[in-house]
């Protein structure tokens, strides 16, 4: 899929180019292979990075199929609820969702989206639980700074935004966890227009809920606490209840959402619609309390 990193994509070139390529954290017990990855290459094949124009970021870690050079298959020696395999189809998911409001809003979403493998790295971990090989450092760090870069901006440009994580889970092919940590990456969003704005029918549940999308937590439940994926390291890193960070919220999206085109198309404009309507509300420039 041809995607264009312009002046952000350059920006993250430069930045891995100059970074520390061998650092690594003293925890990982590096092995040795041979230095194969071209450190200016990393962006625009393994990372794909689009800039936009709206206060809106997508990313996608776990929907990548192609190898690392010089990165072997990661083992997972001490690391808790390790995994390898694919959130399956929500690269393209997540892109179709980027397009879909691209064409709603008249305007770009940021794109971060990871075209590698997760058994090689996994960048929705932190870095001595993701990598495993000191080639894989460059691939990691490209992607984070891709996505501090664009929440720092979004945040510098507007003072609002919305991070989506797209990722797939299988226990609930039919419904879409959506994991805040309880609330506490979207605390900008909850802070200034309180709790319904995120869980209530005039929110992100609700306008989810319209769209119908069934969520978990439901529209109406009374809890923010998602079943087994309550949000994970990339939304805990960059959400709002960090110092720059901006609202961020991870859609685990079931089986049924993503499975074939056809599904990914029609879940891309549900999410699409809710996005909109969230968007009006809170993030455009003449948005009501923003």
């Not at 889970?169 to 309880?182: F, H, K, S």
């Not at 609202?247 to 993503?258: I, K, L, M, S």
């Not at 809710?274 to 009006?280: D, F, G, K, L, N």
Request: net charge positive.
């Amino acid at each position: 899929m041809p995607c264009r990193t312009k002046f952000l994509g350059r920006a993250i070139v430069l930045f891995v180019t100059l970074a520390l390529v061998s650092f690594a954290p003293a925890t990982v017990a590096w092995a040795k292979e041979p230095a194969t990855l071209d450190a200016r290459n990393i962006v625009g094949t393994l990372v794909i990075v689009e800039e936009g124009t709206l206060p809106i970021v997508i990313t996608a870690p776990h929907g990548g199929r192609d190898e690392v050079p010089g990165v072997p298959e990661r083992q997972g020696r001490g690391v808790d609820q390790f995994v390898t395999q694919a959130d399956s189809n929500t690269f393209e998911l997540a892109h179709n969702l980027a397009r879909n409001l691209e064409r709603r809003l008249k305007a770009k979403p940021y794109f971060v989206g990871a075209k590698f493998a997760r058994k090689y790295i996994d960048v929705n971990r932190p870095t001595e639980q993701g990598v495993e090989s000191p080639n894989a450092m460059p691939v990691y760090r490209a992607y984070h700074e891709a996505i501090a870069h664009t929440c720092r901006t979004v945040q510098n440009k507007h003072h609002v935004g919305l991070l989506i994580d797209v990722h797939g889970q299988a226990g609930y092919p039919d419904n879409v966890l959506v994991g805040t940590v309880e609330g506490k990456t979207m605390t900008l969003l909850v802070n200034r227009h309180g709790r319904e704005a995120l869980a209530g029918q005039n929110g992100l549940l609700g306008w989810l809920a319209d769209s119908e999308v069934k969520t978990l937590p439901a529209l109406g439940s009374g809890s923010l606490k998602a079943p087994k994926f309550n949000g994970g390291y990339t939304v805990q890193t960059y959400g709002s209840d960090q110092p720059g960070g901006i609202d961020a919220v991870q859609f685990e999206t079931g089986a049924n959402f993503r499975s074939t085109k056809e599904q990914r198309i029609d879940a891309a404009n549900k999410f699409g619609a809710a996005i909109e309507r969230y968007y009006q509300a809170f993030l455009a420039p003449n948005a009501a309390g923003k």
